[in-house]
């Protein structure tokens, strides 16, 4: 079983900047790519970031380009999220998520419990 826990929320002004963390026990796996995702009040859970295994290769949600950075330590089995220029609309519950790929072609997805952000204005 793999866990998933996150760390690094809380209440910051608009404007501000936060770093989120996500830490993985237990893993089974040779590689897996790693992300987090989010989900706001009343609204569906949407992508944010993701990282592949050896860290060259990252993407980004539209709306967090330019402003949230996404890195990993597989030495510490850890993912973070760097967020920077924070907006009330980045308000949400973040979820850190594990993907390993499966045959034929499929993936089976981890998920942490959450951390909450919230954005003042």
């Known amino acids: 079983q793999v866990q998933l826990v996150e760390s690094g929320g809380g209440l910051v002004e608009a404007g501000g900047s936060l770093r989120l963390s996500c830490a993985a026990s237990?893993?089974?796996?040779?590689?897996?790519?790693m992300g987090w995702f989010r989900q706001a009040p009343e609204k569906e859970r949407e992508f944010v970031a993701t990282?592949?295994?050896?860290?060259?290769?990252?993407y980004y949600a539209d709306s967090v380009k330019g402003r949230f950075t996404i890195s990993r330590d597989n030495a510490k089995n850890t993912v973070y999220l760097q967020m920077n220029r924070l907006k009330p609309e980045d308000t949400a519950v973040y979820y850190c998520?594990?993907?390993?790929?499966?045959?034929?072609?499929?993936?089976?997805?981890?998920w942490g419990q959450g951390t909450q952000v919230t954005v003042s204005s």
């Open positions: 998520n594990l993907r390993v790929l499966t045959d034929p072609g499929a993936s089976d997805d981890y």
């Open positions: 237990g893993r089974p796996f040779r590689s897996y790519a």
């Open positions: 990282i592949n295994w050896s860290g060259d290769s990252t």
